[in-house]
């Protein structure tokens, strides 16, 4: 089993969770709460734009 994220940031709706996960985030560094195993960690990640797989040539 890998992580399981419970917290990115501190949004308060699913619907600004949903606007941080598609474009306000992008290139922004950000702290992103996970379990793993019985472990809390807290991740420092910078989420990039997903590129089609045909647009990569």
Known sequence: MGHIAVAIGSPSS?????????GR??????????IR???KLDLIVEPEELIA???KN
């Open 37 to 39: 195993h019985t472990q």
């Open 53 to 55: 797989v045909n647009q």
């Open 14 to 22: 699913i619907d600004e969770l949903h606007r941080l996960l598609v």
């Open 25 to 34: 985030l992008i290139g922004v560094s950000s702290t992103i709460t996970v």
